[in-house]
């Protein structure tokens, strides 16, 4: 075993000639006879062996002879360097040498062949002492860890395998999310010409056309339209990931407050009951966690649209110990049934007619959560409103680059 397995070559001072006498030289004061202490040490599951002062073979125990397929009689008188490769012996008898200069037991770790390839073992050799106190073997005592260092061995490969793998996917994810900024930019100039030119139409020739073909225009301004903003959304959701990730104290208050300002100037005729506590605070990015905030609370406007009594709170609770912001609204809400592809991009939980959109908004605010080791999920019944949960950290997550 070679600083790593257990039927080694061991030294000592004085010459042990038979297995009797160097049992009886470590329990030379005690009332355990040979006979007992043989039957103890071939009722283990553990290699016991031991080697007089040239690293003879003295004594081996039943396990011994199982696992290297020798007959105790016949190794007697043999060393490590009859038994095994010169390197494993050379390691065994290291490790004998170790005991002895140290005076007291030892643990290495050694490797010894085995039909199935190297086995490792854990192995404690311990200097025997005679009367006089003189070393006068070396006896070891191996376990054999092999299918737990196997194990261990699996979960390094399969971890290795499974950075990998990780390492590839986000190099699709980094590609992909190039591509949809490229064909999103490139898309811009086109479609806004298209509406442009559509609105000009509209306003300015309608007379020169029948009813039919003003119906056509309109609905090409309107497509062309949604396309601009789809390609807007997509320009945003690239971003979220492509944009570099800067920490400092952000004050989620003043931006919910600011969020809600905006969404009453474009829409001064909605009355709506907004509640925003005081004092959130949290670390990360400004601009990303205006962009999450800004999605969720234009989230909840748009689906409180239908309530008279429409409400939006904004607030902070703890779950677990751990703090928990939360975007509450009592809107159209959805069915918990519904939610595994909440967070996805354009996955919509309601029809386009009863709700504008494309699906993109909450799939920013994943990522942007993601990417600064936190998460969100939903809590929501149909006609009850939704309430969004989200953090910015996780005590079990790394934050994402």
């Known amino acids: 075993m070679d600083n790593q397995n257990s039927t080694g070559g061991m030294m000592a001072t004085d010459s042990v000639s038979d297995p009797g006498a160097a049992l009886e030289c470590q329990a030379h004061d005690t009332q355990i006879g040979t006979e007992q202490l043989l039957a103890l040490i071939d009722n283990t599951s553990a290699v016991i062996y031991i080697h007089d002062q040239d690293g003879r073979y003295v004594l081996i125990n039943r396990e011994y002879e199982r696992r290297f397929g020798v007959r105790r009689e016949d190794i007697v008188?043999?060393?490590d360097h009859d038994l095994f490769p010169p390197?494993?012996?050379d390691?065994?008898?290291?490790?004998?040498r170790l005991a002895l200069q140290v005076g007291g037991p030892v643990q290495v770790e050694e490797t010894a062949p085995g039909p199935d390839g190297?086995?490792?073992y854990i192995t404690v050799k311990v200097p025997l002492m005679d009367g006089a106190g003189h070393a006068c073997a070396v006896a070891g005592i191996s376990t054999d860890i092999t299918e737990r260092k196997r194990a261990e061995e699996e979960v390094r490969r399969l971890n290795t395998e499974l950075e990998q793998r990780v390492r590839e996917l986000e190099v699709l994810t980094n590609e992909l999310d190039t591509f949809a900024y490229s064909v999103s930019h490139d898309l811009r100039g086109p479609l806004g010409s298209v509406a442009g030119l559509a609105e000009i139409l509209i306003e300015d020739h309608t007379d020169r056309l029948d009813e039919e073909a003003q119906s056509y225009l309109r609905r090409i301004h309107d497509n062309a339209a949604r396309m601009s903003q789809l390609t807007d959304d997509l320009l945003r959701l690239s971003g979220v990931t492509r944009s570099e990730l800067r920490r400092e104290r952000v004050d989620l208050s003043r931006l919910a407050?600011?969020?809600l300002a905006d969404l009453r100037d474009a829409d001064p005729r909605r009355e709506v009951n907004a509640s925003i506590a005081d004092g959130l605070v949290c670390t990360g990015d400004t601009h990303l966690i205006q962009l999450a905030l800004n999605n969720l609370i234009s989230n909840a406007?748009?689906?409180t649209g239908g309530r008279?009594?429409?409400?939006?709170e904004v607030g902070a609770t703890r779950l677990d110990g751990e703090e928990v912001f939360f975007v509450r609204d009592n809107g159209a809400g959805f069915s918990m049934g519904d939610v595994d592809g909440l967070f996805q991009p354009f996955q919509r939980l309601h029809a386009a007619s009863d709700f504008a959109g494309h699906?993109?908004?909450l799939s920013i605010v994943h990522r942007v959560l993601s990417r600064h080791g936190g998460r969100i999920w939903a809590d929501s019944a149909p006609g009850a409103g939704a309430t969004f949960y989200f953090t910015l950290t996780d005590r079990h997550a790394e934050p994402q680059p």
């Open 118 to 120: 190297p086995h490792t």
């Open 91 to 96: 390691a065994f008898r290291a490790n004998d």
């Open 87 to 89: 390197h494993v012996a």
């Open 257 to 259: 407050h600011a969020a």
């Open 359 to 361: 699906g993109v908004g």
């Open 301 to 303: 406007w748009k689906f």
């Open 308 to 312: 008279p009594d429409a409400r939006i």
């Open 77 to 79: 008188g043999l060393t």
